[in-house]
């Protein structure tokens, strides 16, 4: 059914895998259509009463944009990409179950949204997290809301100006990881708590979801409407396009020589 993703249910419980490991897991438009419809799907499966999103492989939760797509993009594209991503984080903002991130490796860019949009978040010291679009040329909107909400505005503007990445250990003292163990006891540990959250009553879990995506919705909507204002103008400039092609030519240098 799904090509860029797999998806299983033990249980109550539903777990949906980004399946790019030759990419990292990062995603394109394709793969964000899949994951918005099994969202969906698993939102509306009455046996599924919690979700699991991971990565496959051992190496990335996901990379987050696919940079052989964003590489080409003219400004009407730019402003189409934005519409593609309410999409998705409005699938994930419509959830009634809760979903838990099972952080088995790095989670940049928009992979970082879309974790920070998970309500629980489990990882192991090598998960490492992240807002590093502005090293792209990318301009950030809904990732510095995001961390803004979370963590204050000072450490939201020194990581998305510096686009560096965090350690899982970071994140969790910061309060970005719930939950942090070995590698290996990434999944038991999703699966465990998706498990005790698939206890809980349904309609006060519902509920509490829903208030949620209430509170937030101004601060959401705001942020897409300034993504498609400002990728407009950044691919107007010419910059993102210089940037990629500008890292696509480094690593196949580094490839060359290695």
């Given at each position: ?7 299983s249910t033990?249980?109550?419980v539903?777990t ?7 990419v990292l897991?990062a ?9 918005a419809?099994a ?5 509306a ?5 919690a979700?699991?999103?991971?990565g ?18 003219d400004t ?6 934005i519409?593609e991503?309410r999409?998705?984080y ?7 179950k809760?979903?838990i991130a099972a952080?088995?490796?790095v989670?940049?860019g928009?992979?970082f949204q879309?974790a920070?949009?998970?309500d629980?978040?489990?990882g192991h010291a090598g ?11 990318i301009a950030?909107?809904?990732g510095?809301?995001?961390m803004?909400?979370?963590l ?5 503007i020194?990581?998305?100006?510096t686009?560096r990445?965090?350690?899982?250990e ?5 309060g ?23 206890e809980?009553p349904?309609?006060?879990m519902?509920?509490?979801k829903?208030?949620f995506?209430?509170?937030?919705q101004p601060?959401?909507?705001d942020a897409?409407?300034?993504?498609s204002?400002n990728?407009?103008e950044?691919?107007?400039s010419?910059?993102?396009q210089r940037m990629m092609e500008a ?9 060359q020589n290695?």
């Amino acid at each position: 059914m799904y090509e860029f993703l797999k998806v299983s249910t033990e249980g109550k419980v539903g777990t949906i895998t980004l399946n790019r490991p030759d990419v990292l897991n990062a995603w394109h438009s394709p793969m964000r259509r899949e994951l918005a419809a099994a969202l969906e799907a698993m939102n509306a499966d009455e046996e599924v009463r919690a979700v699991i999103m991971t990565g496959a492989g051992d190496r990335a939760f996901s990379a987050g944009q696919d940079l052989n797509e964003t590489k080409s993009f003219d400004t009407e594209r730019a402003s189409e990409w934005i519409e593609e991503w309410r999409a998705l984080y409005s699938a994930i903002r419509g959830m009634s179950k809760p979903l838990i991130a099972a952080l088995n490796g790095v989670a940049a860019g928009s992979a970082f949204q879309v974790a920070l949009q998970c309500d629980i978040r489990i990882g192991h010291a090598g998960s490492k997290m992240g807002q590093p679009e502005i090293n792209s040329g990318i301009a950030s909107t809904l990732g510095p809301w995001l961390m803004k909400e979370m963590l204050g505005l000072s450490r939201t503007i020194e990581l998305t100006l510096t686009g560096r990445m965090m350690d899982g250990e970071e994140c969790h003292h910061i309060g970005l990881i719930h939950h942090l163990v070995l590698a290996e006891q990434v999944h038991a540990k999703a699966m465990e708590v998706a498990g005790q959250l698939a206890e809980k009553p349904p309609v006060a879990m519902a509920l509490n979801k829903r208030r949620f995506a209430e509170m937030t919705q101004p601060g959401f909507e705001d942020a897409l409407a300034a993504g498609s204002r400002n990728q407009k103008e950044a691919y107007a400039s010419g910059e993102p396009q210089r940037m990629m092609e500008a890292f696509f030519a480094e690593r196949t240098k580094r490839k060359q020589n290695a």
